[in-house]
């Protein structure tokens, strides 16, 4: 049985750490430094519930080649390489050179986060499978082996955002019920990064409108989400455990929980009760998440007081 396409067997290895659950690649995945980790958040595809991790592509010089999304089957251990693309004027797909350092996905409506050119969304409901050439050509390679059959997914949209765009994460109610709404914020080697609450568009039309906006004061941000009135904000250190902040938005707070080594995006579980984030660095990679009672979160109410 396949999901959906050809898909591989056990790509992650899973185990439980400490009450949560800690996923590693099981592949060249676990240190090739030409595709690197960035983005996560949690959706649904034909029925089955999947964790959709982004990755960017780059030469030796650094330069972007191209972007991807990886859909993990949660309960089967499998998963499913989704390229990302763009028509060009003449209608030819060229690979979407994106940092994609943060995900936002609703239904089949997947945005991803454009560092220095806002939002851009992709369609899940309309892929396509590609090959040869034309999958090389996308995939931003030169082996044969990037010729071999590609699922793609066409941009189609690009929304223009007030702001670096460096991750994007969801907002959902203090019930976990999920909003219509995303915070969309900058990564700065300063502490002048902002965090801004945007509705995101209904339909074809609009755009995303900007509801709050705030500066947290932190640096080297990668991650942010909000439940009810209490934010998450992910924090990188270099090669030191990543630091993870909470609390309603005048006063974050840096919590005791680590975050990984080169820690990334943040994504908010309501179902499994789990804050999913990741690690970039080669051979330390990890998708690792995190059980809203180490956060203090109670999905339905209750008598767990947050802690920040």
Do not use: K
Not at 39 to 65: K, M, N, T
Not at 183 to 206: C, H, N, S, V
Not at 286 to 293: K, L
Request: aromatic share 8%.
């Amino acid at each position: 049985m396949r999901w959906p396409w050809n898909t591989m067997w056990r790509p992650m290895r899973r185990r439980r750490r400490r009450g949560g659950i800690e996923l590693r690649w099981l592949t060249a995945r676990s240190w090739t430094q030409r595709w690197y980790p960035q983005g996560i958040d949690v959706g649904e595809r034909r029925g089955r519930r999947a964790l959709a991790v982004s990755w960017f592509r780059q030469d030796a010089s650094g330069r972007h080649l191209a972007s991807r999304v990886v859909l993990v089957d949660r309960e089967r251990a499998r998963r499913i390489d989704i390229v990302l693309a763009v028509a060009d004027d003449d209608g030819v797909l060229q690979p979407a050179p994106i940092h994609a350092g943060g995900l936002a996905w609703f239904g089949d409506r997947l945005f991803a986060a454009a560092t220095g050119q806002g939002i851009w969304e992709f369609d899940l409901g309309a892929l396509r499978r590609v090959h040869g050439t034309e999958a090389q050509r996308i995939r931003g390679g030169t082996s044969r082996r990037d010729r071999r059959t590609t699922v793609v997914a066409v941009r189609t949209r690009r929304h223009p955002v007030a702001l670096r765009c460096s991750f994007l994460g969801r907002v959902f109610d203090a019930d976990g019920t999920p909003l219509p709404r995303v915070l969309i914020g900058e990564y700065r080697g300063q502490e002048t990064g902002a965090i801004g609450e945007f509705t995101i568009p209904d339909g074809t039309d609009g755009g995303f409108v900007e509801r709050e906006r705030f500066t947290p004061g932190i640096r080297h941000m990668q991650g942010a989400v909000r439940w009810g009135d209490r934010y998450f904000v992910s924090q990188s250190d270099h090669l030191r455990p990543g630091v993870l902040w909470s609390g309603p938005r005048p006063s974050l707070t840096r919590t005791p929980v680590a975050l990984p080594v080169g820690c990334e995006d943040l994504a908010l579980d309501p179902d499994d009760e789990l804050l999913w984030t990741l690690g970039e660095h080669p051979w330390r990679r990890v998708v690792r998440g995190i059980p809203f009672a180490a956060l203090g979160l109670r999905r339905h109410g209750g008598g767990t007081d947050p802690r920040t």
